[in-house]
């Protein structure tokens, strides 16, 4: 089974948009409008070469991000101040699958983890292909749209969407999830608090398993510090969202594969398994997440 990570452009965001301060999510986005300091982080997507079909996590950004004219009017001094986009159309993810030798109209599944722009805007390129949303996400996109870092309307008519609900099954510390596969070795799970309909995606291949968080954490150290990135929605849901995955890794071999960490590619082709220190290790039951059964 073939794994990739296509990086489909970098973008160019304050440091405080990573490393917010507060727990209120005004606060955090204050603490990143008021920052004059800047980093770049990639944006990440994966494709997966399952005998079932392959399977896409993510569609990324799309290079028309780079015009202006890309988000609304009365947003777009926000989204173009911010933020800087970095990405050829020979970087979306179409060309990037085409490059493996995988035409996007023959990928089975796209699983979105959620909806913000960085993750859907090259949702275009799939017109074959069924695209895997929660429903819980779906819906509060469509009602919060670019308030949700969503643009919806960008979204072509003709996608062919499959909203999932979790059943109550138990994978890891995560007490739902929905069997993508018939094999069952690819499940999603909710891992909510980035948005509250915000998933992941487990790989189960019997020697190592894979953990496509997205945005659970933005990299590797927050995930174990508890650092928070601005446009967090529940910081609370965010902190017991990445206690559930560290009890996953302290029973399981996991890599930990993230959207915007420098590291995850080579996390990916060196197979590094999240490694816990003894402090991490000390986690305590996980409260139940809002929404979960059981």
């Given amino acids: 089974m073939q794994i990739y990570a296509m990086k489909t452009g970098v973008m160019t965001v304050k440091n405080r948009y990573?490393?917010?301060?507060?727990?209120?999510?005004?606060?955090?986005f204050t603490s990143s409008l008021l920052d004059s300091s800047f980093r770049?982080?990639?944006?990440?997507?994966?494709?997966?070469?399952?005998?079932?079909?392959?399977?896409?996590?993510?569609?990324?950004?799309?290079?028309e991000a780079n015009s202006p004219g890309y988000f609304p009017r009365l947003q777009r001094p926000y989204w173009t101040?911010?933020?800087?986009?970095?990405?050829?159309?020979?970087?979306?993810?179409?060309?990037?699958?085409?490059?493996?030798?995988?035409p996007p109209r023959e990928v089975r599944w796209v699983v979105i983890t959620h909806a913000h722009f960085d993750h859907t805007s090259a949702l275009y390129h799939f017109p074959n292909t069924e695209i895997i949303f929660l429903r819980k996400e779906y819906e509060d996109v469509q009602r919060f749209r670019s308030a949700h870092f969503a643009f919806p309307s960008k979204w072509p008519d003709w996608l062919k969407i499959r909203l999932i609900d979790y059943v109550p099954e138990s994978v890891g510390a995560f007490k739902q999830s929905y069997p993508l596969t018939q094999a069952g070795d690819v499940r999603i799970v909710?891992?909510?608090?980035?948005?509250?309909?915000h998933q992941s995606v487990l790989l189960q291949t019997g020697e190592q398993n894979y953990f496509f968080a997205a945005d659970a954490s933005f990299d590797l150290p927050s995930l174990?510090?508890?650092?928070?990135?601005?446009?967090?929605?529940?910081?609370?849901?965010?902190?017991?969202?990445?206690?559930r995955i560290q009890?996953?890794?302290?029973?399981?071999?996991?890599?930990?594969?993230?959207?915007?960490?420098?590291?995850?590619?080579?996390?990916l082709n060196h197979r590094i398994t999240l490694t816990l220190s003894?402090?991490?290790?000390?986690?305590?039951?996980?409260?139940?997440?809002?929404?979960?059964?059981g």
């Fill in 224 to 243: 174990l510090n508890g650092t928070l990135d601005a446009p967090a929605f529940n910081s609370n849901v965010t902190l017991r969202t990445r206690e």
């Fill in 40 to 63: 770049d982080i990639p944006v990440y997507t994966w494709a997966i070469e399952h005998p079932e079909g392959v399977i896409v996590i993510d569609t990324g950004l799309t290079a």
């Fill in 278 to 293: 003894p402090q991490n290790q000390k986690i305590t039951q996980p409260q139940p997440v809002e929404g979960e059964i």
């Fill in 81 to 102: 101040t911010q933020y800087r986009y970095k990405i050829t159309p020979e970087e979306e993810i179409g060309p990037q699958l085409q490059m493996r030798g995988i």
């Fill in 247 to 267: 009890e996953t890794a302290s029973s399981q071999s996991l890599i930990y594969l993230t959207t915007h960490d420098p590291e995850t590619e080579r996390r």
């Fill in 190 to 197: 909710p891992t909510p608090g980035h948005t509250m309909g």
């Fill in 18 to 28: 990573c490393d917010a301060k507060g727990r209120l999510r005004i606060l955090r």
